[in-house]
């Protein structure tokens, strides 16, 4: 390219449409032109990067623990937040022929710190970065989408019948298995497909006779694609052939399931989606744990992207959600689903459990349920073992529904509501606390509503309740020294700390105390702080601070969760504070501050030093 080529290419990129002509012209005299052959790796993580390079033409993939979590194309950059750390997080590699400007290392950080406008972009907060290059960021999910494979999109299951069944037949069997097309098999053993809109348009329209073979209004002939082919080709096929749908088969032309343009389109919007999907359709428990088991993935591509925890963990209990709810369906007795609550408590009803580590839940049954508590109790405990199957651990405490303590009617949960407040001890405040974060997933919701309310009167009613309640919050030492040092465990978990306990409960509890005595439903606690702050108990300030270091403390324990993970190590709570860089460990170090500041406030609100 000649000189005014350059220009022109750099300018057309954000940020850097906004340096200067003079800094621009500095920039450009450092460039030069590189080659990389496909699959070609450019930078390892962990590696001190000497370049910024900027996409002329190719594909670069940065991939973390063998999953692409970002794809850069033509007219894109990676990566400056390598070059500002001096140190990679992930491995870019090529994957087509590609040829790039590097700039060097020096010349970027000279340019971006002398340039505000420049510096600010690139250490502002993700979410501001994404409203500021949307085309950015929709050049590169177009990138992802072109290489993403069909196996990666949802699919629905291959369903087939003979030619010779009858339309009624078909429908039942596709009503059956939530189908929206159906393969037909002819007697000479030619495949077509019958759709969802064939039974409107063809049927309906003609008057056709329901006991007519299926045969007479199928699409006989039927496109295909392989399972490993790009999405990108896939839609193609369909354009080119004017359908909506294209049967899957494996190398060896095995059909192995149906791709419509749904699904293709909801994977180009949210690969998350696909997961949905699965979960929605799925007709069995082995089915469920199946999906489960992409949750874990979903993480580490939303973590490795700097997508904040609140956000992941918002993304993960709905898809918890989901899960719970279609077990409860699949399993439950029919007369159950309409006269019992299936409730989720603890971490998981407030939306802050990521990564399972254990079960909270509960069953609230209707006064005048008529199941049989054999019936109830066979099923509790299949309902807790399918769970354990599809990675959700026992609960060490045992809050569980195989638990008959957590296994009530209405009525029977009032009264135990009642002795967790007026019997003061530290295990009825630990179960109220837990209770009063449940969240109904699935049944008559109604049931924990009720006993929302109830809980609000009864709490009211007594006038220590609520001190004594809210002094757990003093109950572990917040893990900071007199002079900023982080004070870590000798023994069993050596130069560790506690994050749980020393900054995350602290918070959870304070603001769930506050959050009951002031009768707020939400579960969440961000959202708890949000209301709180909104009802003038926490200043404005306070409650910025104290969503930014809850928010520190959970992508913190989610990144040493994920290690261990890796190394099939036992989930625990406990962070090395050597293995953070100089910038978590202040903020860290600031974080822990605002616990404790909080937790003077809490003693001071609750006059907990007269206790």
């Known amino acids: ?36 052959k496909e699959n070609t790796t450019l930078l390892l993580a962990d590696e001190k990067p000497l370049f910024l390079y900027f996409i002329i033409k190719g594909v670069v993939q940065e991939i973390h623990e063998d999953t692409v979590i970002s794809v850069f194309g033509n007219s894109e950059y990676f990566d400056p937040i390598s070059l500002i750390a001096n140190s990679a997080k992930h491995t870019f ?10 700039l060097p290392r020096d010349i970027f950080l000279e340019i971006m710190y002398k340039n505000e406008e420049l510096e600010g972009y690139f250490f502002q907060s993700i979410s501001t970065k994404l409203n500021s290059s949307v085309d950015n960021e929709q050049s590169k999910e177009f990138i992802n989408f072109m290489i993403s494979k069909v196996c990666d999109a949802y699919l629905q299951k291959p369903l087939m019948v003979e030619d010779t069944k009858t339309i009624f037949h078909t429908v039942e069997a596709m009503k059956k298995s939530k189908a929206s097309s159906i393969i037909v ?25 329901f006991d007519s073979p299926i045969s007479i209004i199928t699409s006989w002939g039927l496109k295909t694609v392989n399972q490993n082919e790009f999405l990108f080709n896939a839609q193609i096929e369909m ?76 993304i993960i209990s709905q898809l918890n959600n989901k899960l719970f709810k279609r077990l409860f369906e699949l399993i439950a007795p029919e007369e159950l689903k309409t006269s019992a609550a299936l409730i989720i408590m603890g971490s998981e009803g ?11 839940n509960a069953l609230i049954l ?14 509790t405990q299949n309902f807790t073992n399918h769970l354990i199957d599809c990675g959700y651990p026992r609960c060490t405490g045992n809050i569980m529904v195989s638990n008959p303590f957590w296994v009530k009617t209405q009525s029977e949960f009032e009264e135990t509501i009642f002795d967790w ?37 009864k709490a009211t009613d007594s006038s220590v309740f609520h001190s004594f309640f809210a002094k757990p919050v003093l109950n572990f030492t917040t ?33 769930r105390a506050l959050s009951l005595e002031h009768k707020i439903r939400k579960t969440n606690t961000i959202h708890r702080i949000k209301e709180l702050q909104s009802m003038d108990v926490i200043d404005m300030e306070f409650s910025l601070e104290l969503i930014e270091t809850f928010n520190l403390l959970l992508t913190l324990r989610l990144k040493f969760r994920l290690k261990k993970i890796d190394a099939k190590e036992p989930l625990d709570n406990y962070i090395n504070p050597n293995m953070l860089n100089s910038l978590e460990k202040d903020l860290l170090r600031d974080g822990l501050k605002i616990v404790e500041k909080f937790k003077k406030f809490i003693s001071f609100h609750y006059k907990l030093n007269l206790m």
């Open 239 to 314: 354009n080119k052939f004017g359908v909506k749908r294209l049967v899957v088969v494996d190398d060896e032309n095995n059909i192995t399931g149906v791709l419509d343009l749904i699904s293709l389109t909801s994977f180009f919007a949210s690969h998350t989606y696909s997961v949905i999907l699965e979960l929605d359709n799925t007709q069995n428990v082995e089915e469920l744990k199946l999906a489960s088991e992409k949750f874990v993935r979903v993480i580490r591509i939303l973590h490795a992207k700097g997508v904040k925890v609140r956000y992941i963990a918002k």
């Open 350 to 360: 407030r939306e802050e459990q990521i990564l399972r580590t254990d079960q909270d």
């Open 479 to 511: 893990p900071l020294g007199m002079f900023a040092n982080f004070i870590v465990d000798k023994r069993e978990h050596k130069d560790e700390l506690d994050i749980k306990k020393g900054g995350i409960f602290p918070i959870v509890h304070g603001i």
């Open 421 to 457: 407040i007026n019997t003061p001890s530290e295990e009825n405040h630990m179960n109220l606390a837990i209770f009063y974060d449940a969240f109904a997933v699935a049944g008559d919701k109604y049931l924990l509503v009720n006993l929302k309310q109830y809980l609000f009167i």
């Open 1 to 36: 390219m000649s000189l005014l080529e350059q220009k022109s290419f750099i300018k057309q990129i954000s940020p850097f449409n906004r340096v200067d002509d003079f800094e621009l012209d500095k920039l450009l005299e450092a460039l030069d032109v590189v080659y990389f």
């Open 366 to 379: 209707s006064n005048d349920c008529k199941v049989s508590k054999e019936v109830i109790f066979e099923f």
């Open 93 to 102: 590699k090529t994957t087509t022929e590609t040829i790039c400007y590097a």
């Open 185 to 209: 098999k002819g007697a000479d053993g030619k495949l077509g497909i019958v759709t969802d809109t064939d039974f409107r348009e063809k049927i309906i329209l003609n008057r056709i006779d």
